[in-house]
């Protein structure tokens, strides 16, 4: 928690004691919520300059974080950045954003129509969302420490995390895989043959079998530490986020300690992830808000980001000015016979949620 | 000479009002209040709003008000074995925790309050100095200390003890390190209170009757202060049974607390109802211990 948010909350706390109500601030501000490590350090000071609006940005690492901040309402943000799947798509229907006033927008032509078309199939007509950034989960793996193990080794497929046999062998060498059922879920669906995006009982319990039999070759279920943990050579193959993986790869080369991390998309298929930029419904600043995004959405703005975190973002007339290692970079804007293969998933009911929830639990903890 | 303001019956009179009033205005903040909201939630179902629960309370069709309380949550919790599961890894967590820190904690106590009244403050300032450090801070510290490549295993590669690093982290043994590392000085220092207080002649007087160290400590000093050894082992207890921040970071994928139940509940299934119930089920544990607390203390200064 900032210390500023510490402040509104004793503030706060303060006026429900005195029954007071504090005065609305004057000054335009803008309070943005959005992932750790997700944006370019200079962009947030370009908009305070350019429309001097004083921005306060807060930061969380997961989106159970924010729909619980959202959950409870009064959370004070004005911009947020939900994952599409399953979490911005049940937020819509619970009523958690307000749609966006795009006569204010006039970027909004620049945006990547394949994945606004993607989007409108969970928010119609792209009332509330817009895109932020999008990748893929993937593996990523320690080069020579596989070679070593398994010299021809099913490196570019699901097998090498969810084929038992493949796991066992890479057992000592150290496997993570993403401590979250949605993003796990998938791929052990498609490695059996099944729609990843599968809701039905028994196939979920079948993936659900899978993944136990690799249970006892993996070290670790995390989504965060396995980009250090991969660069560091503490673990030689993870399960995660495209773009985690690219930190982890870059990170090991300005380490120079000689771990060669490579990325893949494996040919299976794999699962896209849309972030997306919303406005929460009780956002104080809501005018504030559209200028921000407004901002973001100009092709130069967002490459910068794209450029700096290695990801692709929603904007499709700014990959020329996104650094050519990047734009040229398969595993980040992957050619359209790769992109045919590449899924997204729907939203589930709470029965299913808790089905998968409880599965995840079983394959974890062996109850 | 003008009137006192108030009587003198009649400030004694306030005053023990606000002796009691405060007590239990703060029980009734900070308790009462907050466990009611909770129990209030677990009787209601999850739903994709804000709040993320359905009302308790809503009006029929014909104006009448309809009160619907859920009793599917508690079903739930004690038809699924991993609840309880949890609740009892969590015990058992602590209950290590309890056992370890007294076992670290008395030695060093009584060290301290044995020690001339220019020494004791300055260790007691040793003992609290880890608070000054972010709680989170110093258990990632312990992910450095004990990982694979971490100070310890390359410290005994180096060395030539194994030719393996050990596996430290990430398992059971790690989660009791972490804990009893963590509520040390919540053993410590209220052990310390008593055994500073402890007259010592008493210990002077059974070894000039006779009395052997082992048995003055035995019949003497352990007695005297067992009050301070029930007041630390229920300050870890307690708290060490909700601990969350240990398990998840130094545990393996197995471990089961009902810390990680709750988050579960909460974040993966956005079922706040649930959740609460694991919560008021963890209370409802809870409350036994904190009576055998409260009767302990309450005996105590009955006595002369």
């Known amino acids: 928690m900032s210390s500023n948010k510490f402040r509104q909350m004793l503030l706060a706390g303060a006026a429900l004691l005195i029954g007071a109500v504090p005065a609305p601030a004057a000054e335009a501000v803008l309070n943005i919520y959005n992932w750790n490590d997700y944006i370019d350090p200079d962009t947030v000071p370009a908009f305070e300059k350019a429309t001097g609006i004083k921005v306060t940005y807060d930061l969380y690492d997961a989106n159970e974080t924010l729909e619980a901040k959202l959950s409870a309402g009064g959370s004070g943000y004005d911009i947020v950045v939900p994952s599409l799947f399953p979490f911005a798509a049940r937020q819509i229907k619970g009523g958690f954003y307000q749609p966006l006033d795009k006569s204010k927008l006039k970027n909004y032509g620049h945006l990547d129509k394949g994945l606004l078309a993607r989007m409108a199939a969970q928010d119609a007509g792209n009332a509330y969302l817009v895109p932020w950034m999008s990748g893929t989960v993937v593996i990523g793996y320690n080069v020579d420490k596989i070679k070593q193990i398994l010299p021809n080794g099913p490196v ?40 990843p995006d599968s809701k039905k009982a028994d196939e979920l319990k079948k993936a659900a079998a899978l993944l136990m039999k690799v249970r006892p070759s993996v070290r670790r279920y995390d989504s965060a530490e396995y980009i250090n943990a991969l660069a560091n050579g503490d673990i030689c193959i993870a399960w995660g986020y495209s773009s985690d993986m690219q930190v982890a790869k870059h990170r090991a080369q300005e380490a120079g300690k000689g771990v060669n991390i490579a990325v893949v998309i494996p040919k299976e298929g794999a699962l896209r992830y849309i972030d997306t930029v919303a406005i929460p419904k009780d956002a104080p600043h809501t005018e504030a808000a559209l200028k921000f995004i407004d901002f973001i959405m100009q092709p130069e703005v967002i490459a910068k980001t794209s450029s700096k975190i290695y990801v692709m973002s929603g904007n499709a007339d700014a990959k020329p000015f996104v650094t050519p290692e990047v734009a040229n970079d398969p595993t980040i804007f992957p050619p359209p016979e790769v992109e045919k293969t590449i899924y997204t998933i729907t939203g589930s009911d709470a029965a299913t949620d808790r089905l998968r929830t409880r599965l995840w639990t079983e394959i974890k903890t062996g109850h | 000479m003008s009137a006192p303001i108030f009587s003198n019956a009649q400030t004694r009179g306030f005053g023990r009002f606000l002796a009691v009033a405060v007590p239990y205005g703060w029980f009734l903040v900070f308790f009462l209040a907050p466990f009611l909201i909770v129990a209030k939630i677990s009787l209601s179902t999850a739903a994709t709003a804000i709040p993320p629960y359905e009302s308790l309370v809503s009006w029929a069709d014909d104006g009448a008000l309809v ?140 070894g000039d009757l006779g009395a052997r160290p082992a048995r003055v400590f035995r019949e003497v000093t352990l007695p005297l202060s067992m009050p301070g050894i029930v007041a630390g082992s229920l300050l870890v207890f307690i708290p060490a049974v909700g601990e969350y921040i240990v398990p998840t970071l130094l545990g393996g994928p197995d471990t089961l607390t009902i810390g990680a139940a709750l988050w579960n509940e909460f974040f993966s299934n956005h079922d706040w109802p649930v959740a609460s119930t694991v919560a008021v089920a963890l209370v409802v544990l809870l409350v036994g211990p904190l009576m055998a607390l409260q009767n302990y203390q309450a005996k105590e200064e009955q006595k002369p």
């Not at chain 1, 062998?169 to 490695?191: H, W």
């Not at chain 2, 991993?82 to 060093?108: C, E, H, Q, W």
């Not at chain 2, 309050?113 to 110093?138: D, G, Q």
């Open chain 2, 67 to 206: 009160l619907t309380l859920h009793f599917n949550n508690y079903k739930l919790i004690f038809s699924d074995p991993v609840y309880l599961i949890a609740y009892a890894s969590s015990l058992r967590n602590a209950a290590v925790t309890v056992i370890f820190t007294l076992l670290l904690g008395y030695p060093l106590a009584y060290f301290i309050a044995s020690r001339s009244a220019k020494w004791r403050a300055p260790l007691l300032m040793l003992v609290m100095m880890p608070f000054w450090t972010s709680f989170l801070i110093r258990v990632y510290a312990w992910i450095g200390i004990l990982k694979p490549n971490g100070v310890i295993n390359s410290a005994l590669l180096w060395l030539g003890v194994i030719d393996k690093p050990l596996d430290i982290l990430n398992n059971q043994f790690a989660v009791y390190l972490g804990m009893v590392y963590a509520y040390l000085p919540f053993m410590v220092l209220p052990l310390y209170a008593h055994l500073e207080k402890l007259d010592w002649s008493l210990l002077e007087a059974a």
């Open chain 1, 156 to 195: 570019d497929s699901l097998k090498m995390l969810f084929d038992p046999a493949v796991a066992a062998k890479l057992k000592d060498c150290g496997i993570s895989i993403m401590d979250s059922p949605t993003e796990v879920f998938p791929p052990a669906l498609l490695a059996l043959g099944l729609n």
